[in-house]
């Protein structure tokens, strides 16, 4: 049959290709291969009991319409209380926006404040959503290289330099995916001068905010009084609290920038979903306990596979302050080979390591680092032991 073409920008957009290689593992799973995936985004923990119940009894309270497009009144006004207590932002419930994960915050808040043609900086390696959300609002990413030789930060420098008159947004994303570095506060006001210098917006992605280890502490770059305006501080429920599937982030920002982002939601989408809104309600409003328990579980595992990882000859894996991920350096192995593998790039190790140790992980490219794979630290200790010995096993076998 005849068909007109399909979207062009969509053929654009990159597939994700950090979920490719999950179902990849999970196809290898229910074939009953013993595969040990370092690829998931989330926590592996459940979410909390209390707040499981605070969603059924939304559902049993038959709260399940739809709800005012901004979120519920309870939700913003507790969202202005986090933002005030944790992160020293004035925002009240007219200059915030709950919507459907804080993916969907940070696309919206690119809606909100893009022209077509607009340049957006992202630093590398980066979250693999940001430059085809950018492309996806006409923009254009510019992408700031960072390695692990500078701790995969920034200078306030390299960011004035890459600027132009065209530059409309900067995306700071501490604690980062994939690197896990975490800006400290002094490098954080530095990068706020260069903002205030020109005026562009700041999208500052902070979900990952409570996994922060050793001495790492998170700073709000909006709490800066002369970014304050320009800021939009987007976080959510899915990390902190275990809730990836409940789709559920909000952003704080200039009410100019709120309403906006709102007349786009409320076109595309509408409110998030009602159920999800009164769980989150209850997270936001209860002591974090659990949120600190998990975090000290990860830190352990952090601890353990950097540890690990540095002893595998090869390998240099810098000590991430933050989230949930170590993005190990493995550019020495490329060139290298074993039967009937060559291992050309971080695609070809990550193939090998998932065809020939049954460890799957993330290739660098996904991430703009094509010298590095991702692993994730969310499985138990058990689990990071095997696949570590399982990685150890497999790059022992390349011979140069
Ligand atoms: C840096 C970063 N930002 C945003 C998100 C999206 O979070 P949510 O599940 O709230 O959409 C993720 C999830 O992987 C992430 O790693």
């Known amino acids: 049959m ?9 053929d654009t957009v990159a597939e994700s290709q950090t979920l490719a290689i999950s179902a990849r593992a999970a196809a290898m799973k229910r074939e009953g291969i013993d595969v040990i995936s370092l690829t998931a985004g989330e926590p592996d923990f459940p979410t909390p009991d209390h707040i499981k119940r605070a969603g059924i009894a939304a559902i049993e309270g038959n709260f399940t319409k739809y709800t005012a497009n901004k979120g519920i009144p309870d939700l913003l006004e507790a969202i202005s209380n986090k933002f005030r207590k944790e992160n020293d932002l004035p925002w009240g419930t007219a200059e915030i926006l709950v919507s459907s994960g804080a993916k969907h915050s940070i696309f919206n808040a690119l809606q909100a404040i893009c022209n077509p043609g607009d ?41 004035r330099k890459a600027l132009s008159l065209k530059t409309k947004v900067f995306i700071f994303n501490s604690p980062s995916n994939p690197t896990g570095m975490v800006y400290s506060q002094e490098e954080i006001e530095e990068i706020a001068a260069v903002i205030a210098d020109t005026g562009m917006y700041v999208i500052s992605d902070e979900i990952y905010e409570h996994l922060v280890y050793g001495d790492a502490a998170h700073f709000s770059i909006g709490s800066i009084d002369a970014v304050k305006d320009l800021t939009v501080t987007v976080n959510g429920v899915s990390k902190a609290f275990s809730m990836t599937g409940w789709r559920l982030g909000y952003m704080g920002a200039h009410k100019d920038i709120i ?14 979903c009602s159920i999800s809104q009164k ?28 540890g690990e990882l540095n002893a595998i000859p090869g390998i240099t894996c810098t000590k991430p302050k933050g989230s949930f991920y170590v993005l190990p350096r493995v550019d020495e192995y490329f060139g290298s080979s074993a039967d009937k593998y060559a291992i050309r790039s971080d695609v070809d190790l990550c ?41 150890g096993e497999c790059l022992g076998k390349l011979a140069s």
Not at 3 to 8: E, F, T, W
Not at 357 to 379: C, D, M, N, Q, W
Request: proline share 5%; hydrophobic share 40%; aromatic share 10%.
């Open 119 to 159: 340049e957006v900086v992202i630093t590398s390696p980066y979250w693999v959503s940001y430059p085809d959300m950018v492309k996806l609002v006409d923009a254009k990413p510019i992408v700031i290289k960072t390695t692990d030789k500078s701790n995969f930060k920034i200078t306030a420098k390299e960011l």
């Open 279 to 306: 769980a989150a309600l209850h997270a936001l409003t209860s002591p974090l306990d659990e949120v600190w328990r998990m975090r000290d579980e990860f830190e352990k595992r952090r601890d353990y596979v950097v």
């Open 351 to 391: 193939e090998y390591l998932l065809l020939e140790g049954k460890v799957a992980s993330v290739p660098g490219s996904a991430f703009g680092a094509h010298e590095y794979i991702r692993l994730s630290y969310t499985s138990s200790m058990d689990e990071l032991r095997k696949g570590i010995e399982r990685i």
């Open 2 to 10: 005849r068909r007109r073409p399909l979207s062009r920008k969509v």
């Open 259 to 272: 309403a906006n982002a709102a007349k786009f939601q409320g076109q595309v989408t509408s409110n998030a």
